[in-house]
């Protein structure tokens, strides 16, 4: 009994340190500002008072290096919500968010405005006419990566 609560305690120290940690963010808001920083302010304090804690990213909180913006994404998230309003997906910004969630397999849940239409095949092929990808070459994103 006490050899086998000792391997439970050694098993219990070793998942803890060694396991998967549990991510910073329960929730990150990808959103265009202009389009929708008021709502994605009120999903964030909506959220925040169903789990009783400061779980929700939003860039203006939260944001205190613009260089760890992708990381945060990458390793601190849980599920990327992407406010779908019509210019979200032209913002480098909020581009290289999805990617990054894309690649590192982040959930992604897409809350869709009426106005939203997602891109066609015309907009996937020459997206770098449409996207400014000099943020996101900068930060190992490419046109390809965004395709996908």
């Known amino acids: 009994s006490g050899l086998g ?3 439970i305690f050694v098993l219990f120290i070793f998942a803890k340190r060694y396991g998967p940690r549990p991510k910073r963010f329960k929730y990150f ?5 202009a389009a929708a920083g008021s709502f ?3 999903l964030k304090m909506t959220l925040m008072e169903s789990d009783n804690r400061d779980n929700v990213f939003i860039d203006a909180d939260n ?9 945060i994404v ?3 998230t849980g599920k990327l919500l992407v406010i779908g309003t019509p210019e979200v ?4 910004w909020c581009l290289g968010e999805v990617t990054t969630a894309f690649l590192h397999s982040v959930a992604t849940l897409p809350l869709y405005f009426s106005d939203f239409s997602p891109p066609d095949d015309h ?14 070459t900068q930060n190992g994103i490419t046109e390809e990566h965004a395709k996908d």
Not at 123 to 135: C, E, K, M, P, Q
């Open 5 to 7: 609560s000792m391997v």
């Open 29 to 33: 808001l990808c959103h265009h500002k």
């Open 40 to 42: 994605s302010r009120l």
């Open 63 to 71: 944001l205190a290096d613009l260089d760890m913006l992708f990381a």
């Open 74 to 76: 990458a390793e601190e």
């Open 89 to 92: 997906l032209l913002r480098p």
């Open 123 to 136: 907009a996937i092929r020459n997206i770098d006419a449409l996207v400014d990808f000099s943020v996101l």
